[in-house]
């Protein structure tokens, strides 16, 4: 779903090339471009290469340049194209050098330098990258087997790389395995031995439940606390579902309701962060051996309109309430 490119800072002082890379990498094009050197040092070697150049070229292309920068420099964009995979960097020797190496112990889906010194499969450049070249191809869907490690390994790079992510499974049930193993392969993920604690949220759809209550529901005089189901449903969280949690973690469910007539369906199954997302046909593991899933990469449209839509102040769904576990305190 999502891979990582060495990209050579040069290219970034390319006007040209910039053109053809204009575009192509971020969470919701399944391409990243790897921090290496780590830290701020690729947005640095950037900047140091356009200045290098930027004086000998026509006013247009320092235009480009300037563009692009201007792009580039900005930590909210970076978050949208960099990825942190912690990787070695000898600044004693040249960038490609260090991407060779770095290929060989923990391979990316593709060295790009700014041009071809090195004569390697594995180096591409910009003018290198179309249909037809495998490396560069991202297919934006997959069919994976139905495991809590097979579905974990879609996201496991968005899991790692986000600080809000919110699991939406209409059907999730705390009482049943199949939902809490994937669960639990997720919030590994997510931590991956990190310090940060990232927000969790996994939304849901009561439906049965509050077949009597949808006058109340919709002229505001519904209480969630007085519903018997409602504290069943909380004591269940609490008993199930803290037993996966580390104890720096906790997790919000928030519950949702369709109120008729509704445009959207609440159906669909997600793992959507601040970054971008993925949809699945379930969260819960397979009950047979062998079952498969399909998986689909959300593009930057359908991605925000998914978020914006489990927003409590959206009109999309009816907000009923939340649980936080552990502890079962509702907000």
Known sequence: MFYEYAVDPKCYADPEQIKRLAGEFGWCEGRL???????????????EAQDAIFESLPIMKQETLTEEWDRIRKKENQKKFLINSGRDFDFKSEWISNALREH???????????????????????????????????SHDDRVPRTPEAICNCVNRLLQASNHIRFVDPYFNPTQAEWRNTLLAFIKAALNNSSRIPRLEYHLKIDEDIKGDIDQIKNGSFKLDDKKWYKKFSENCQIYMEKILPKTLEISLYLWCEIEPSNDWFHDRYVLTEKGGVRFEGLNQGTNEGQK???FRLSQELWKDRWNSLENSSNVYKFLGTIVIPQCRKK
């Open 33 to 47: 471009i790897s921090n290496f050197p780590k830290g701020k040092d690729w947005v640095r070697e950037v900047k």
């Open 293 to 295: 899933t399909n998986v």
């Open 104 to 138: 060989q112990t923990k391979p990316f889906q593709a060295i790009i330098a700014h041009d071809k010194t090195i004569q390697d499969d594995d180096v591409l450049i910009p003018s290198d990258l179309n249909g037809l070249e495998s490396r560069w191809k991202v």
